[in-house]
């Protein structure tokens, strides 16, 4: 399981980082980061971005929506406030059989 799995993050991490993430121009330098940071953490908040990504809340908030349109992240908590997210499709790959 082991091999397989990591075979599969290398694909999902080639999809992401080559299709969505370039996507969003001036913002690819951050984007990354957090790209790197979720593979860690794959479980976070905007106030985790921030602080993780040294950022203005306004900005995190903005990366987070554009993780989220893009399907990288998903709201996992159904609050309006203190909201979570999830990189499902990576937590998945450990679930998975």
């Not at 990591?6 to 980082?17: A, H, M, W």
């Not at 990366?63 to 989220?68: E, G, K, R, S, T």
């Amino acid at each position: 399981m082991g091999i397989l799995t990591f075979e599969r993050i290398l694909k999902l991490k080639e999809e992401i980082e080559g299709k969505r993430i370039v996507t969003l121009g001036k913002k690819l330098p951050k984007a990354k980061r957090l790209m790197d940071i979720l593979y860690k953490k794959p479980i976070l908040s905007v106030a985790h971005v921030e602080e993780l990504l040294d950022i203005a809340k306004p900005t995190a908030n903005s990366l987070v929506d554009d993780f989220v349109h893009l399907r990288i992240l998903k709201e996992i908590t159904g609050a309006r406030r203190n909201r979570m997210f999830g990189f499902r499709e990576y937590i998945k790959l450990f679930s998975d059989k």
